[in-house]
């Protein structure tokens, strides 16, 4: 397929509008959900969704026990599936977490977060990827600028901007502990990176991103345009970002731990093919290649009602 979104090239080029739509449902017959005409808008102009107490704590609980499980698995917690923090040494980021616990499966399949997703994707979509991002008080690493959306077309082959992130807040997110920054309207652009991907970047990357960067002064022009917000609120608020929305983190210099769980759903109709800008496909629990199968949506009584805003 032709490449659509030249990035790496080795020299800086310019920012250019997407090519894909931002809701893929407005010309398909796939119309109705959860959201609605407000809601819709402000995801096209923002790039991104907040639902404050998405989930109660009482819910999110057994989701902090069986984490505190995972850490003591000497054998997941040496694999390559779970990154050390690159200044503490603690545990950062354990990705394919749906494959691991079937409690996380499920809450893939959440009936409201998917009839969203089905929403803004306009059909069918599987994980392409899920991970846990932990940020311990006082230590915890940041994350530089960057679109999810760079990578996946550079290193995995996603052809479109045709995905979106659900970020669940397991703990509290307050100024103070790293939350989640977002560049509003920055989705409307794609912004090529420079430098060129070496073998197995991955390696390191999920550690310390270096590449996939966009240029200071691309930066400072969105942010100047957009502004730069930070979605902040109790454990169990939803986070919902289309995959070209420029976002960051700051270190945790808190004395509150910082967790977030992310799904990335992609459509059925988006697979990933060669990549685009390496020389080799990133692992599968990076970017699912085999585990396509669309998500069927479990029953609503097992999830607890939410309000939607507007509604």
Not at 37 to 59: H, K, M, T, V
Not at 74 to 88: A, F, G, K
Request: hydrophobic share 35%; charged share 25%.
């Amino acid at each position: 397929m032709a490449d659509r979104y030249q990035t790496r090239l080795g020299y800086k080029q310019e920012m250019f509008p997407r090519l894909d739509p931002v809701v893929h449902s407005r010309h398909r017959a796939r119309w109705d959900g959860p959201l609605d005409e407000e809601a819709l808008s402000r995801y096209e102009r923002d790039g991104f969704l907040w639902f404050e107490g998405f989930y109660s704590q009482e819910r999110l609980d057994p989701f902090q026990d069986e984490l505190k499980e995972m850490a003591k698995d000497t054998e997941l917690t040496q694999s390559e599936q779970v990154i050390q923090d690159p200044v503490s040494g603690e545990l950062r980021s354990v990705f394919a977490m749906h494959e691991l616990s079937e409690r996380f499966s499920r809450l893939t399949r959440d009936p409201r977060i998917l009839g969203m997703v089905h929403q803004l994707l306009g059909g069918d979509v599987y994980v392409h990827q899920s991970r846990i991002n932990d940020k311990f008080q006082f230590q915890g690493a940041g994350f530089e600028w960057h679109s999810d959306f760079e990578t996946w077309h550079a290193e995995d082959g996603m052809p479109a901007m045709r995905a979106v992130s659900a970020s669940l807040m397991l703990s509290d997110n307050n100024e103070f502990n790293g939350p989640v920054m977002l560049i509003p309207g920055s989705h409307q652009y794609f912004v090529p990176a420079v430098k060129e991907t070496p073998d197995q970047n991955w390696k390191d990357s999920l550690k310390s991103q270096r590449l996939g960067v966009p240029e200071r002064e691309d930066l400072e022009w969105l942010a100047n345009r957009g502004g730069i917000q930070a979605p902040k609120g109790p454990a169990g608020s939803l986070l919902l970002f289309e995959c070209n929305t420029l976002h960051a983190s700051n270190r945790n210099m808190s004395p509150w731990p910082r967790a977030n769980l992310f799904f990335v759903y992609n459509s059925i109709d988006n697979p990933l093919g060669a990549p685009y800008s390496a020389n080799e496909p990133r692992p599968e629990f990076l970017a699912a290649r085999q585990s396509i199968t669309p998500l069927d949506m479990l029953d609503e009584e097992d999830f607890q009602p939410f309000e939607m805003p507007g509604k």
